[in-house]
């Protein structure tokens, strides 16, 4: 096991893999790097399994028999990759008794196309929660204004949550209060709240790419300096929100009921800027408390030339506060940084999801063509 990766976790840092395919699972490659890696977790989203189900022949076999039975593309898409999820919470589940339930964690995303739906996310959650049918899942629900309501009501009926597509604090704080609410809900409904679980997916890379491309446009020396920084200082600006959050009354109650923390969870770690180090946003922030969820290219440069300094997160808070506040001086717009990033993030997986849907339905039509008699 990497050294790296070892005091990685010991600073209290959950490593996630960013990823999942049928060919992952079925050669064993995810259960190595839970053993060689320190993986303790796995997320997933609609361009992961657009990716995975273009490559390889690993999901022939299922295509085939959902295409001999007439299943529609909506139907095959949801067998195909709850498939996956509940194979990966299997593997993963020796971590999440290990941990008692703190990881062995792995995610599915509600069709994107549901993002600004909350009755039909809700809806979506629940089936998912269902076919599943593992304790160790988590429902990826998106952050966007309608998202915030069907997280509470998820969390409510007992339905762990990873809260993805976060990019601005201010949507990250209501974030946190759907998930306060959600839980007393929970609690007024009679449920063990100890058993409900959530992450909050904070992203990263994505910030520093808006960010500096508005910085080279402006093209000043004041603004080049300011270049792929925002990233980081906007994550912990992030973790003194959640340590501001998580230490009110409001939090202390819940607690005192056995409630689980909602974990910051740093999402989009792979550097989009190939001068940019590949550990950056693992390195730059090492917190207690977090999860870091990794491509297994990231996951591998940490693993050889990582540097893990300690915490880098809680002594850094007035630097990154500076930070923010040179952006605003040069004439960046954070507000609509964040607008943009969470339209574009939401618009990307509704296309791959899309995608995906166009792909499985010229298999299945293929197959089903294909089909001749076994007697």
């Given at each position: 096991m990497s050294e790296t990766l070892k005091r990685l976790s010991d600073e209290g840092v959950s490593i996630w893999l960013d990823d999942i395919s049928r060919e992952r699972l079925r050669s064993g490659n995810l259960e190595k790097l839970v053993k060689e890696r320190n993986v303790v977790g796995v997320t997933s989203n609609p361009t992961i399994f657009e990716k995975a189900l273009?490559?390889?022949?690993?999901?022939?076999?299922?295509?085939?028999?959902?295409?001999?039975?007439?299943?529609?593309?909506?139907?095959?898409?949801?067998a195909i990759t709850t498939y996956d999820i509940?194979?990966?919470?299997?593997?993963?589940?020796?971590?999440?008794?290990?941990?008692?339930?703190?990881?062995?964690?792995?995610?599915?995303?509600?069709?994107?196309?549901?993002?600004?739906?909350?009755?039909?996310?809700?809806?979506e959650a629940r089936a998912l929660?269902?076919?599943?049918?593992?304790?160790?899942?988590?429902?990826?629900?998106?952050?966007?204004?309608?998202?915030?309501?069907?997280?509470?009501?998820?969390?409510?009926?007992?339905?762990?949550?990873?809260?993805?597509?976060?990019?601005?604090?201010?949507?990250?704080?209501k974030v946190i209060d759907a998930f306060f609410t959600g839980l007393e809900r929970a609690r007024e409904n009679g449920l063990d709240i100890s058993k409900i679980a959530s992450v909050a997916s904070f992203f990263v890379s994505r910030v520093d790419t808006e960010i500096d491309k508005r910085l080279d446009k402006i093209g000043s020396e004041e603004a080049k300096a300011l270049r792929s920084k925002a990233g980081v200082a906007n994550a912990r600006l992030a973790y003194a929100l959640y340590e501001e959050k998580f230490a009110s009354d409001r939090?202390?109650?819940?607690?005192?009921?056995?409630?689980?923390?909602?974990?910051?969870?740093?999402a989009s770690t792979g550097v989009k800027d190939p001068d940019l180090p590949?550990?950056?946003y693992v390195d730059e922030l090492v917190a207690p408390g977090t999860v870091n969820t990794m491509p297994e290219a990231t996951l591998d440069a940490e693993a050889e030339k990582g540097e893990v300094r300690g915490d880098t997160v809680t002594g850094a808070y007035d630097e990154a506060?500076?930070?923010?506040?040179?952006?605003?001086?040069?004439?960046?717009?954070?507000?609509?940084?964040?607008?943009?990033?969470?339209?574009e993030g939401v618009e990307k997986f509704e296309t791959s999801?899309?995608?995906?849907?166009?792909?499985?339905?010229?298999?299945?039509?293929?197959?089903?063509g294909g089909q001749g008699s076994n007697a």
């Open positions: 273009g490559q390889g022949d690993a999901y022939d076999e299922q295509v085939r028999d959902l295409a001999v039975r007439g299943v529609d593309v909506e139907e095959a898409v949801r509940r194979w990966g919470c299997d593997v993963l589940r020796p971590v999440y008794d290990r941990t008692e339930g703190l990881d062995g964690r792995v995610s599915i995303e509600v069709d994107p196309r549901l993002a600004h739906d909350e009755i039909k996310t809700v809806a929660w269902w076919m599943v049918d593992r304790p160790n899942l988590f429902i990826k629900i998106p952050a966007t204004e309608r998202g915030l309501p069907a997280i509470t009501n998820a969390l409510a009926e007992g339905i762990s949550v990873n809260v993805t597509l976060i990019f601005s604090l201010e949507r990250y704080g939090w202390k109650a819940l607690k005192a009921a056995n409630a689980r923390p909602q974990r910051p969870l740093w590949a550990t950056l506060r500076a930070h923010m506040r040179a952006l605003k001086d040069v004439g960046v717009d954070y507000d609509d940084v964040v607008r943009v990033l969470e339209e999801w899309t995608s995906l849907l166009g792909t499985l339905a010229d298999e299945l039509k293929a197959k089903a």
